[in-house]
């Protein structure tokens, strides 16, 4: 069975500071997905980024971007320019390309922003 | 905001009592989950579908159980609930195949115990 692991429960950053949340997982697969979930207080789960293991290029969202070592089985998000909005859990996830598909989470890392 | 509702968003119960935690979509999507997530901590499934009359349970195990009567429409009951059972519920969709789809999530269902 796949797992995620994220070994960072809290992290803080100033404001228009960088931060990176880090993520490992472990997996026989080649082919998989790998996403960053963002749960603000109280709201909704929003997909952050996503990235595909057969692609080597590094995915990227405005602020957000990814460092994938697949070798590694490393998936960690860089936050640039953070900003008071950025605050909230961040979750990694990783997904089968194929079979049950099951979204598999990692524990969390909270992510507070200091103005 | 995604097209994904759960109600009620927040419950008190008391012990032993049937509850019913109501999950809808009205994206077309086939699959659906729930998870169990207790208050900053990661998230853990406990069922999910493939479609209509498809269910199974997930990694955690849970005295919960789920119906698929309607592509749109995935309900989790607790028949007796017990203070075991307080946690936050998300209902997640997706669509199926092998494309690189996000899931998306409810906005949960906070359950209380007493």
């Known amino acids: 069975a796949q797992t995620v692991t994220q070994s960072q429960p809290e992290m803080s950053v100033q404001e228009a500071e960088t931060v990176t949340l880090s993520c490992t997982y472990d997996?026989?697969?080649?082919?998989?997905?790998l996403f960053w979930y963002k749960q603000p207080p109280s709201r909704q789960m929003i997909l952050v980024i996503r990235?595909?293991?057969?692609?080597?290029q590094n995915a990227t969202e405005n602020r957000f971007s990814v460092n994938f070592q697949k070798a590694a089985k490393s998936f960690s998000l860089k936050i640039s320019d953070s900003q008071l909005g950025d605050a909230a859990m961040y979750f990694c996830?990783?997904?089968?390309?194929?079979?049950?598909?099951?979204?598999?989470f990692g524990q969390g890392t909270r992510l507070t922003i200091n103005p | 905001e995604a097209d994904i509702y759960q109600t009620p968003r927040y419950l008190v119960i008391g012990t032993g009592k049937k509850i019913t935690l109501e999950c809808s979509q009205t994206?077309?999507?086939?699959?659906m989950y729930w998870y169990q997530q207790d208050p900053g901590m990661e998230l853990h499934l406990i069922h999910y579908?493939?479609?209509?009359?498809?269910?199974e349970k997930g990694d955690l195990s849970s005295e919960s159980t789920v119906s698929r009567i309607r592509t749109e429409h995935f309900p989790l009951t607790l028949e007796s609930a017990r203070p075991s059972h307080t946690s936050q519920y998300l209902c997640?969709?997706?669509?199926?195949?092998?494309?690189?789809?996000?899931?998306?999530f409810g906005q949960g269902t906070r359950l209380t115990v007493v």
């Open positions: 997640a969709s997706s669509e199926s195949g092998e494309m690189n789809t996000e899931a998306f």
């Open positions: 996830a990783y997904r089968s390309r194929i079979g049950a598909q099951k979204l598999v």
């Open positions: 990235q595909e293991a057969y692609k080597q």
């Open positions: 997996t026989s697969e080649s082919d998989y997905y």
């Open positions: 579908s493939y479609g209509v009359n498809s269910t």
């Open positions: 994206m077309g999507h086939d699959k």
